[in-house]
């Protein structure tokens, strides 16, 4: 049994071995001029200017060094199939603008920001859509 947990994750770490090395703030990024980002593959991943500033315009100007890119879209065998984790404060309010906009949110959950929140499917294609390059797929066990 334990070779097959070995198995898995292996696997997982192959999955993700385009995730960055390190993440940068939002901060960091805007003052680049190319903004990128190593991955632990060696490659680099570069940053849409128009999706930072997209993303500096939801985010209050003091919490520019605090949010980490890219935003992680967690897919893990534990959870229900088609669905996705959104870890962290600032990260669940962006998706949430981004979903819903500035308007009261039609999501049940959506009352008061969580540290994560839960998307399926079909909010993962609007999500993509206007995040292409400043969101990363992360699967985990």
């Given at each position: ?108 959950y959506a009352e008061d920001i969580k540290d994560y929140m839960i998307i ?14 400043t969101t990363q797929f992360m699967f985990t066990i």
């Open positions: 049994m334990d070779g097959d947990k070995d198995i898995s994750i292996r696997f997982i770490q192959i999955l993700n071995r385009s995730l960055p090395a390190k993440k940068k703030t939002l901060k960091e990024l805007l003052l680049e001029d190319k903004p990128s980002i190593k991955n632990r593959d060696g490659s680099t991943h570069l940053f849409d200017r128009k999706e930072l500033e997209k993303l500096a315009a939801m985010v209050p100007e003091q919490e520019r060094g605090r949010l980490r890119l890219p935003l992680y879209l967690e897919m893990s065998a534990s959870m229900e199939r088609g669905s996705i984790k959104i870890s962290g404060r600032l990260e669940c309010m962006i998706i949430k603008k981004i979903l819903y906009g500035d308007e009261p949110s039609k999501d049940k399926y499917y079909p909010h993962l294609l609007k999500i993509r859509k206007e995040l292409e390059t």
